[in-house]
């Protein structure tokens, strides 16, 4: 054990408690900035803030039936911490998962949960943060003050999903309930069911509802790339065989399931409608002779949204034994028992689950200060997608679409703590991103190239996201490939950092 520095939890907002670091968020960014911590930075305080009441984010929010991940967990796991399972993990095994490491590591210290950050203000002068927020069971504010934000929060309100306002929708007699939103004691046993949308989520909840719901539906507005496999890894399987060394087994597996990765993804670029006559190949091999394929037919390239992974193809037994089924079309209105469709069906439902995905927040809705005045994430520009100009000492974790979460988040941790260092050695206190000359007659550009990944949720919330610009300086690339090595090779002495003494 090191001797980074444990923090009480602060009793009322008339006593600030001060950290060298504060991290928001407790899910697997936040966990894992933790353990780089206490691993990177001996004698550095800080203090986890989590608004649940337990670890886990997205695994500890979303309570839908079949919760589980949709990337391998032999890479959306830490790099420090083998991964014994299968690779399309359940939420509860990804909570025991981080469980260990919170244990194993002695990290539950320094979490405080039930604490929802409302305000953070930097005052130039002090070169410091202040954060306002409150408890979540008793309502008692609390204020924190801290050198540096490491933000691991996510990018999306967990317990708000995105509704879309339908026509007629308040009419409906039988339940209707977003994903985002699953209260516990939904009974859908016998029950006929509406899913809308088609999209990651339902690949997960339609498998787990079909067979014990009377049937379901999944309607959708267009289709989706799925990606159906086994759920395991051969090579895995083979290395344990020979009882090779689980952190062996871990590490050879996590690099060839990167390396193929990365080729698949440059191959939806160089090559597209060969990698879309596969995956549809793919699909119609686990579908009924004679299946209607327009059903599974996407109009945009493959992975410009999101591909979704159906592990041992559960998602197609459920449609083969007729307990699911497809509806591609547009929805009317709704009315008393069901949805009307623009083609004239009408769909009838005890229960629709709208499975439309995220309502985009920028950095948790805190509300930003710098120096009194309101900080509009939009009007900045984004450093490598972590840090933004006119933003000193901050960095934000934002993964990857096409690679896991994880891989970045410990990225940008070996980052922050690297950073810590270097500002201790030379005596800096602040930090903060800034345009060189050559940048500044550059046009600004949205958070992402539609072009390049285009779901619902980015689009309709790229308004509150920070800019770019078409350099990979000034942009979240979203390449894991180079990343891996463009940001421990981050030359921190560059003059895109201005730093205060």
């Known amino acids: 054990m090191n001797d980074t520095v444990s923090i009480p939890r602060p009793a009322s907002a008339s006593h600030t408690t001060h950290v060298d670091v504060l991290i928001v968020g407790a899910g697997i960014s936040g966990v894992g900035a933790a353990y780089h911590l206490t691993q990177q930075c001996p004698g550095t305080s800080f203090a986890v803030l989590e608004m649940f009441d337990n670890f886990g984010g997205t695994w500890w929010s979303h309570r839908y039936p079949g919760i589980r991940s949709d990337s391998d967990l032999h890479t959306f796991g830490y790099r420090f911490k083998p991964w014994r399972g299968h690779p399309i993990a359940t939420a509860e095994e990804i909570l025991r998962y981080m469980g260990e490491v919170i244990e194993e590591n002695d990290l539950a210290r320094y979490i405080h949960y039930r604490h929802k950050v409302l305000r953070a203000s930097w005052c130039s002068e002090a070169r410091q943060w202040t954060i306002q927020g409150i408890h979540t069971d008793t309502q008692e504010p609390f204020r924190y003050s801290a050198n540096f934000l490491f933000m691991c929060q996510g990018y999306y309100r967990h317990q708000q999903g995105y509704m879309p306002d339908w026509p007629g929708k308040e009419t409906f007699k039988g339940t209707l309930v977003h994903t985002e939103e699953w209260p516990e004691d939904l009974d859908y046993k016998d029950k006929t069911v509406i899913c809308i949308g088609s999209g990651a989520t339902a690949a997960t909840v339609v498998p787990a509802m079909a067979g014990v719901a009377k049937h379901v539906t999944v309607l959708q507005r267009s289709p989706t790339y799925f990606r159906p496999h086994r759920n395991a890894i051969e090579l895995a399987e083979e290395l344990r065989r020979l009882q090779v060394d689980e952190a062996w087994v871990h590490e050879i597996t996590r690099r060839k399931i990167l390396y193929e990765q990365d080729a698949f993804t440059k191959r939806t670029f160089s090559e597209p409608e060969k990698v879309r006559e596969e995956l549809l190949a793919a699909v119609q091999a686990q579908l009924p002779e004679g299946f209607d394929m327009s059903h599974f037919t996407p109009r945009y390239r493959p992975w410009q949204q999101r591909l979704a992974v159906v592990p041992d193809g559960d998602l197609f037994q459920g449609i083969r034994a007729g307990l699911a089924s497809v509806v591609t079309d547009e929805i009317e209105r709704f009315d008393e028992t069901g949805i009307w469709l623009k083609s004239g069906k009408?769909?009838?439902?005890?229960i629709i689950m709208a499975a439309t995905g995220f309502n985009l927040c920028a950095l948790g809705d805190i509300a930003f200060t710098i120096d009194d005045k309101p900080l509009n994430f939009h009007d900045t520009v984004t450093y490598r997608g972590m840090m933004f100009t006119g933003v000193p000492n901050m960095v934000w974790v934002f993964g990857y679409f096409r690679a896991s979460w994880t891989l970045r988040s410990d990225l940008l941790a070996d980052f922050v703590c690297r950073l810590l260092n270097h500002m201790k050695?030379?005596?800096?206190?602040?930090?903060?991103?800034?345009?060189?000359?050559?940048?500044?007659?550059?046009p600004l550009l949205d958070w992402l190239d539609p072009d390049n990944f285009n779901p619902g949720y980015m689009q309709r919330g790229m308004h509150l996201l920070p800019r770019r610009l078409n350099k990979p300086e000034w942009m979240h690339t979203q390449d894991y490939w180079r990343e891996k090595?463009?940001?421990?090779?981050i030359d921190l002495d560059d003059p895109i950092f201005q730093y205060g003494t």
């Open 346 to 350: 009408h769909l009838e439902a005890d």
């Open 425 to 442: 050695a030379k005596g800096y206190r602040s930090i903060v991103p800034a345009l060189r000359p050559e940048d500044k007659d550059e």
């Open 485 to 489: 090595d463009w940001i421990p090779a």
